[in-house]
């Protein structure tokens, strides 16, 4: 595999940091989002998207196994596509454009930080945050 092996309590740790870090660097996009989430009623089931995938990724959690743990360098360049998603998404005004980009940057930093295998254990609730984008 390519990357480093790490533990699961240093690699969980740097999965959670790299998140906050993501969530401040773009709180206008977070806000933004979280503000049609819960005032528009069109989107309000994106309330509980983020519920529901963490509830499935606990349930799968048995599937993790500590020895396929490691740091998937494989992550960053989507990790870069999903920050010139956002950088567009801005100078275009389009917020949709934002939200997809930064449901996508946290799909890249779990592939970086669980490895492709366990990201592949937890594909569906992985891609299920993305229901949370309100369109139209």
């Not at 790299?18 to 989002?33: E, G, I, K, M």
């Not at 509980?48 to 992550?75: N, Q, V």
Request: hydrophobic share 60%; charged share 10%.
């Amino acid at each position: 595999m390519i990357g480093k092996a790490v533990s699961p309590k240093v690699s969980g740790s740097l999965l959670v940091a790299a998140l906050a870090l993501l969530t401040l660097a773009w709180w206008d996009t977070v806000q933004h989002l979280a503000n049609l989430i819960v005032n528009v009623d069109t989107f309000s089931h994106g309330q509980i998207i983020p519920f529901i995938s963490l509830w499935l990724i606990w349930d799968r959690r048995s599937l993790l196994k500590a020895e396929d743990t490691f740091i998937c360098w494989l992550g960053l360049p989507l990790l870069l596509v999903a920050c010139l998603l956002w950088y567009a998404g801005v100078l275009l005004e389009m917020r949709v454009v934002e939200h997809l980009a930064y449901v996508s940057a946290i799909q890249s930093l779990l592939l970086i930080f669980i490895g492709p295998l366990n990201y592949q254990r937890l594909l569906f609730p992985c891609l299920f945050l993305y229901l949370m984008v309100p369109f139209g």
